[in-house]
């Protein structure tokens, strides 16, 4: 199953930018379950400098330096993807058969098992997702009871986030607090995401920010908009003695073939597509454009 994205970032700034320091994440990463086929990336205006590194979560990372004069700043990224479901599937069915109980989970998490090292940059709280609140947790603890499979628990617990919460669009943005996602019971699919993550690290389970992409499909008789698709967000759980899982809250699912990956990281700033630093003053605009297509139904525009 082969994707193909095009994924456009764009900044429109009140006054001129005479300089500028950026980084860019638009280049999907390799995984047991994707393959990057090709990618390539376009700026305007003109690059003075680009270098490129991976960082501590695996992510692309492009640093690009900018000296020309401009009033806005446009990344394209253009990515051909291969997803693995069958891969997938496979996982799926042996982290749940290898799945073992909250309490057991704590008390493999509380010690310092080699396999497990690794996972605990994702327990405390960062920069995007601060501690939870005691009712916060509370709300957890309502799938998570000591002696219930953790596979189990994570499955309801994201039923009842789809369930309890509504998807509204405006209401929020990525700064928007944990604690006003829970109170309207509202979002988007980055809220969900952190708002999950923060209820379970505050019960002492592993828990990184997924960013990517989904395919959306078109009613039956319609044709497909080129543009009209969005990023995506969704959570993964790390089950000790078994490994990550990811749920998707927004759409009540386990990701399997209409998930793209680009990156993960302990909240959306560790995978913001676009940051950096600039030489201005006034106020700026960033607008988004996505498209994700299955390869035998490419659109050109």
Not at 27 to 56: A, C, G, H, W
Not at 218 to 226: A, T
């Amino acid at each position: 199953m082969i994707y193909t994205i095009y994924h456009k970032t764009e900044f429109d700034y009140e006054s001129i930018v005479t300089f500028s320091h950026n980084i860019a994440r638009l280049k999907p990463k390799n995984t047991r379950f994707q393959k990057l086929l090709s990618f390539s990336m376009q700026t305007e205006p003109t690059v003075y400098e680009q270098s490129d590194f991976v960082d501590i979560f695996g992510n692309y990372n492009s640093h690009i330096l900018i000296r020309e004069a401009h009033k806005s700043l446009a990344l394209t990224g253009h990515s051909k993807v291969e997803i693995f479901p069958d891969r997938l599937a496979t996982h799926i069915a042996d982290v749940r058969s290898k799945s073992v109980t909250y309490a057991h989970a704590q008390e493999i998490l509380s010690g310092f098992a080699c396999n497990d090292t690794s996972v605990k940059l994702f327990m405390p709280e960062s920069e995007f997702i601060p501690k939870a609140s005691k009712r916060i947790q509370e709300y957890a603890l309502e799938s998570f009871s000591p002696y219930r499979d953790l596979f189990e628990a994570a499955y309801e617990f994201m039923n009842r986030i789809y369930a309890d919460f509504k998807f509204v669009s405006g209401f929020s943005d990525v700064m928007t607090p944990i604690e006003d996602i829970f109170d309207a019971k509202q979002g988007v699919c980055q809220d969900f995401t952190q708002f999950a993550i923060a209820a379970l690290r505050s019960i002492g389970l592993p828990a990184r920010y997924m960013s990517g992409y989904i395919e959306t499909i078109p009613k039956e008789g319609e044709k497909k908009l080129f543009g009209v698709d969005a990023s995506h967000a969704w959570f993964a759980l790390y089950i000790p003695n078994a490994g990550w899982i990811g749920l998707d809250p927004t759409n009540n699912v386990i990701p399997t073939s209409q998930h793209i990956l680009l990156g993960s990281g302990r909240d959306y700033n560790d995978i913001s597509p676009l940051k950096g630093v600039v030489f201005s003053s006034g106020k700026s605009d960033l607008s988004i454009m996505v498209d994700v297509r299955r390869e035998d139904s490419i659109f050109y525009s």
